[in-house]
């Protein structure tokens, strides 16, 4: 941090007010390029643990909501000769190379009121090359992030309602400076009336300009803002030792009036994770929620903040979706695993750097853990739904064909390999979701063991504390290592950690099983049922459609056969992408139509005979199946200790 003399001296020659004061006349006349830039261009400097000279001022301006453009001016303290400009393209959270580098243009940078022309790196698009002439000490940046309707790749981010402003999207930064030694200088421009939520310290509002205090780049690409024309702010610890806030924008200004009751259940979630954590790794938290269908979903973390997405009704929704309830107990323990304590190969010394993501099972994993622990400990959830949850995911990776081929550990780096993209075998193919949801389930194991083998006196949440629950306060990141994870969970409970996490992790092949052993450790067993229960129906939204584990497949809309299971008799059958169900048996294709042709296979040595067809090709099928529908359920196994009920027990004082 730097004293306030010297902030006040730096800023006063990165005012962005002056940019406006340029002609632009004068701004149309290039200054020569050099004739070496463009033939031969030098390395991109590597970034150094040293302060960058001087503050950059960024200006932010989010009000051309009908082009959806956010617009960046910048100026940046530089010196004569050789400069790299880097777009950031490794995003904290997303593990992957996903800065939207596609999406900026209209680069341009002026100084002393004269063009300066760049050169885009040959070999990497985030980085644009400049030759800084004599007697120019700073440098206007300018130019817009063109985003757009949500499809396949990018995210709505502006609505008529809402704009979700990510500063290390818009904006560049200097190479060769660790991005720790890089300071910003904020400040926005909102829509006319519009409030907004940030991690950043407001140090003044005048109008519909709002202004930040200086910050490294790190802390301000970790600090997003959620802005609205319909916001509510609602402090959720009140008077507790560092403020946390819950941030609501909506699409309309009922969408954000949240009840006494939806208030206590976020209260309580901040308790408990005081209990769990027994630290606070920030000086203020700051939860932005938006209550949209407009906006892009995310759920994405951040140190003292995180971005999420619910449904418009979600407070005024008796239930609304379980996994919306459990995104901010997912997102808020980041704040403590991922961000406070952070995977050493993901601690990079700035955005253009490659991550690495071999602690995934760690970082996403032990969060979805703990998430889905808060979750009911916070009465965000029961322990009915939380029962069901953990059994829909234990059901799945009981199921996954794709073990025999790829290990869990090698799935940490699916993002690099093209960020969480899909495909039509995605049981075989493995992917994103794994070192979540099977990561939980080791982490259910090694904590029903540490029950078990302690008499029920340490668990799981001791580990918690002692590795996360340290320097209460500090908020800057304190890498860790595999054998750091294993040290805390011996100190806790003396065991081999290393093969136990290793077996787990590293199991492949036709003999590897899910990692199942902490259910039945917990006093459950995993079993198959052919009709749900309401509260399973609710939780299992798709449950009607569903035929994954009896047939092999989904049904999608309009009858659309979808997410064929790898080995399935729908697989066996040759079907694939593109079929549709046109009838089963003299019937009309329809959902209840093949959940009634399954049921009555039971009792019937007839097959269940389906007419499909893709294009102009149509097939008829026959299914010799009559194991009747097929959902996971968990029971109880008789005599033993419900420790589930143990683990999802709020805490006390």
Not at 114 to 121: F, G, K, L, T
Not at 133 to 154: C, M, R
Request: charged share 20%; glycine share 8%.
């Amino acid at each position: 941090m730097l004293k306030p003399a010297a902030l006040a001296l730096l800023l006063a020659s990165t005012a962005l007010p002056a940019l406006a004061q340029t002609p632009a006349s004068q701004a149309q006349t290039p200054l020569p390029a050099p004739t070496s830039l463009p033939h031969a261009l030098p390395p991109i400097p590597a970034p150094q643990d040293r302060d960058y000279p001087g503050v950059i001022g960024i200006r932010v301006d989010l009000t051309d909501l009908d082009h959806k453009i956010i617009r960046t001016r910048q100026t940046i303290p530089v010196a004569a000769g050789h400069l790299v400009l880097q777009y950031p393209k490794y995003i904290p959270g997303n593990h992957a190379d996903t800065g939207p580098i596609q999406l900026i243009s209209g680069v341009t940078v002026t100084g002393n009121g004269r063009r300066i022309e760049w050169v885009r790196d040959t070999v990497d698009p985030h980085a644009f090359h400049l030759d800084i002439p004599a007697g120019v000490s700073t440098i206007d940046v300018s130019f817009e992030w063109l985003t757009q309707p949500d499809n396949a790749v990018w995210r709505v981010v502006m609505t008529p309602e809402i704009v979700n402003l990510q500063w290390e999207k818009a904006l560049l930064y200097p190479a060769g400076y660790a991005q720790s030694r890089i300071t910003f200088a904020p400040s926005v421009v909102l829509p006319a009336g519009w409030d907004y939520g940030v991690a950043l310290t407001t140090t003044r509002r005048e109008g519909d300009m709002a202004t930040f205090a200086p910050i490294s780049l790190e802390h301000l690409a970790d600090s997003p803002m959620f802005a609205g024309k319909h916001y509510r702010r609602i402090d959720i610890d009140p008077g507790g030792r560092s403020p946390v806030h819950l941030n609501l924008v909506g699409d309309t200004a009922a969408s954000v009036n949240i009840t006494p009751e939806w208030t206590a259940r976020y209260e309580a979630l901040v308790d408990q994770a005081d209990h769990l954590f027994g630290a606070r790794h920030f000086d203020h938290y700051e939860f932005l929620f938006a209550m949209t269908d407009k906006l892009g979903g995310i759920g994405l973390e951040h140190h003292r903040s995180s971005e999420n997405t619910g449904a418009p009704n979600y407070f005024s929704s008796a239930n609304p979706a379980y996994g919306a309830r459990g995104l901010l107990p997912h997102e808020y323990t980041h704040s403590w695993n991922g961000k406070f304590r952070r995977p050493a190969d993901e601690y990079v010394p700035n955005l253009n750097v490659p991550t690495q993501n071999s602690l995934m099972w760690v970082y996403e994993g032990q969060t979805e853990y703990w998430g889905d622990v808060l979750t009911p400990r916070s009465g965000l959830g029961t322990v009915e739904e939380a029962v069901i949850n953990l059994a829909e995911v234990a059901g799945f990776y009981d199921q996954q064909p794709g073990r025999q081929w790829r290990a869990l550990q090698d799935t940490t780096n699916h993002n690099l390999l093209g960020y969480r993209t899909t495909n039509p075998w995605s049981s075989w193919m493995r992917g994103t979701g794994d070192y979540y949801r099977e990561a939980l389930l080791i982490w259910l194991d090694a904590d029903t063991l540490i029950r078990a083998e302690t008499g029920e006196r340490k668990s799981l949440d001791d580990f918690a504390k002692a590795f996360f629950g340290v320097e209460d306060g500090v908020w800057e990141a304190r890498p860790y290592t595999f054998e750091d994870v294993v040290a805390t969970l011996n100190a806790v409970h003396p065991h081999d950690w290393a093969t136990f996490l290793r077996t787990r992790l590293d199991a492949v092949g036709p003999d590897a099983k899910a990692p199942l052993d902490g259910l039945e450790r917990a006093g459950w067993r995993l079993t198959w049922v052919d009709d749900l229960t309401p509260v399973e129906k609710r939780m299992l939204g798709g449950w009607a459609s569903d035929f994954q584990y009896s047939l092999g497949f989904n049904l999608g809309a309009g009858n659309r056969i979808t997410g064929v299971r790898w080995g399935s008799l729908a697989f066996a059958e040759g079907l694939g992408a593109g079929w549709d169900l046109v009838a089963v048996g003299d019937r009309t294709a329809s959902p209840a139509a093949l959940r009634a042709a399954v049921t009555a296979a039971k009792t019937s040595a007839e097959p269940i005979r389906l007419v499909v067809k893709r294009g102009d090709e149509f097939r008829t099928l026959d299914f010799d199946y009559h194991g009747g529908l097929r959902y996971p359920r968990l029971v109880r196994i008789p005599g033993t200790r419900d420790r589930l009920a143990d683990i999802f027990a709020p805490r006390r004082r």
